[in-house]
């Protein structure tokens, strides 16, 4: 990662995190900061942030360095959760993908993952990028197009001299009543549709695993997820575990290849957990 | 052609989009308005233009007419008859969305633009409101003291007379309303 | 000038009135059926009177241009800036989101809104969907075969419309999408 970041020191930055302000903000990141707080709004997605990471600096989608902008977007993901900016669990979603990714770059492939990329998940979120960029353009032409209130005028004429009537549109009363009971349906709908979120936190999360623990130095690690959270709550548990793996608190094991992964703290050796 | 014929060429054209585009008639002076000061044509030389404009629709199905407010493109009498067969071949239908529209100024007048927009969930359109208007189903009240001084929309008489209501209160209660609504959705 | 070049002279100008007086596109159908029916033009026939009209209009301050659903007479685009000088109200603009969303349907339909989601890579609103359908630019054309039995769907006339397009196939082409070439060994 040698390309310098532009000069972010211009623009001073007034976040403030835990009560100080918070201005180191890492070089490499190429979200001018006092987009932050707007960001939800610039951006339509983690695709959108990533083809933005990717095109910004003159990258080629089908060949990019993956661990750079997995990065990158850990980063921007990991100052928005300190500045407590509330993240689309889409956003999460995406930074567990990569971590995916990275990890399996990382760590030795056997011969067989080498054939075909059907399930390379790196190929997976390329091919999903380029299908989002290419919508994305779709939708710049399609607001590009000639339209009517905007570049389109009709040609009008004068047609009261036409003696007839020309017939209105007949309506029922009883249709008015069918709309009016469709609009309140709709909005009955609409108020059962705002659920207030349970706020999911990595570092709650975090903690929670480390007191699980406590009681059980080896846990499995499906057992840390719960399925009713939905993909959000998983996204959060598996990062709370990168987390933790990342900070050295716990590590994770598998006793044999393809058998159930484990976590156990770190630091404490087998004669201990026996 | 010189400069000048290509310019009166140009002004012909811009006027005569002008009088299609416009819903309504245009005078000399509306025409005139509608240029940039500096260089708004004399009264004279648009003239000359509609007089131009005349006559190249001659042999058309149109033409450019003028009555009391204007010049106005209008059907030629001897095709009216046509124009007649189209207008009954094509009753109009009005949509859903209308109708949602009219229902919540029947029953929650006097509202605004933006009433209509927060309970039906959905942006409202001017050709809506216009549509309404039009039909005299609704009228302007008048302005809610808020920012934008939005118009404020009420039903009137034609409307309870087109509906063969005495008054609003025949119109179904909004309670058995939603009975009704929620009863249509237990069936589901 | 023969009983027949008359026939055709005449058909073109009722053909004319009725596309000027019409306030949407007519087809070659609808403007068929205004005749009496025994008197019907062939739609070969009327085909040949639009063409004729497109050609008289070359020079004109409007064209008949063919949409979706018939054909319609407007101001000639390059005209258009003069006319917006008419009009006071600002046109609506819309958001990347729901252009995006409109893209995928128009490009992919029929599509869930799981879909739209999947390439979006994000939550679909209920408002953006209602939207689209309060517009009449989507539809929804039946329901997939899976578990929920999601509403697909698809994009409609008046979406082809109101984007000045004849068919599907008028929209800008999709760019290609690259083959993927992944090396063995990732480049990290």
Redo the contacts between chains.
């Keep these: 990662m040698t390309e310098a970041a532009p000069q972010q020191s211009e623009i001073p930055f007034r976040a403030i995190v835990d009560g100080k302000p918070y201005e180191d903000l890492p070089t490499d990141l190429y979200i001018p900061p006092e987009a932050l707080d707007v960001v939800l709004d610039a951006f339509?997605?983690?695709?959108?942030l990533l083809l933005y990471l990717i095109r910004k600096q003159n990258l080629d989608?089908?060949?990019i360095?993956?661990?750079q902008i997995t990065e990158q977007y850990m980063e921007y993901i990991s100052i928005a959760d300190k500045l407590k900016l509330e993240l689309?669990a889409?956003y999460l979603l995406?930074a567990a993908l990569l971590a995916e990714i990275k990890s399996r770059?990382l760590l030795p492939r056997k011969a067989e993952q080498?054939e075909g990329?059907e399930d390379?998940p790196?190929?997976v979120l390329?091919?999903?990028l380029?299908?989002?960029e290419?919508?994305?353009?779709?939708?710049?032409?399609?607001?590009e197009?000639?339209?009517?209130?905007?570049?389109?005028?009709?040609?009008?004429?004068?047609?009261?001299?036409?003696?007839?009537q020309?017939?209105?549109?007949?309506?029922d009363?009883q249709?008015?009543?069918?709309?009016?009971?469709?609009?309140?349906?709709?909005?009955?709908?609409?108020s059962h549709?705002v659920i207030t979120k349970e706020p999911l936190s990595v570092k709650e999360r975090m903690t929670k695993i480390m007191q699980q623990l406590d009681a059980q130095p080896q846990l499995l690690f499906k057992k840390l997820f719960t399925f009713e959270e939905g993909r959000a709550g998983v996204v959060v548990a598996f990062l709370a575990i990168l987390e933790l793996s990342k900070a050295e608190l716990v590590e994770i094991t598998q006793a044999e290849p393809f058998s159930e992964l484990s976590i156990r703290v770190k630091n404490k050796t087998k004669a201990e957990i026996a | 052609m010189s400069d000048n014929q290509q310019d009166q060429k140009e002004l012909k054209r811009i006027i005569e989009a002008l009088l299609f585009a416009s819903d309504s008639p245009m005078s000399l002076q509306q025409l005139q308005t509608v240029f940039p000061e500096l260089e708004a044509p004399s009264k004279q030389t648009i003239q000359e233009a509609i007089d131009a404009i005349c006559g190249d629709y001659q042999n058309s199905a149109i033409e450019l007419h003028q009555v009391a407010s204007g010049w106005r493109f209008q059907v030629k009498q001897e095709l009216a008859s046509w124009v007649a067969r189209l207008f009954t071949h094509k009753p109009p239908k009005y949509s859903r969305a209308l109708l949602e529209t009219l229902a919540i100024i029947a029953y929650q007048q006097p509202v605004t633009r933006g009433d209509i927009e927060e309970i039906r969930g959905v942006s409202v359109s001017t050709y809506m409101i216009d549509t309404l208007l039009d039909r005299e189903w609704i009228k302007v009240a008048g302005h809610k003291e808020s920012p934008g001084r939005p118009s404020l929309y009420v039903t009137t008489k034609q409307f309870l007379d087109y509906f063969n209501l005495a008054s609003l209160e025949e119109m179904p209660a909004l309670q058995e309303l939603e009975a009704l609504a929620i009863a249509g959705e237990m069936e589901i």
């Design positions: 339509e997605g983690p695709l959108d989608i089908l060949n360095p993956i661990l689309a889409e995406m770059l080498i990329d390379d790196r190929a390329i091919r999903r380029q299908e989002y290419r919508i994305k353009n779709a939708a710049e032409a399609l607001d197009l000639p339209r009517m209130e905007r570049d389109i005028v009709l040609a009008s004429i004068d047609t009261s001299i036409v003696k007839v020309r017939p209105k549109a007949d309506v009363f249709e008015i009543v069918l709309a009016l009971q469709a609009v309140l349906k709709r909005a009955d709908q609409l549709h």
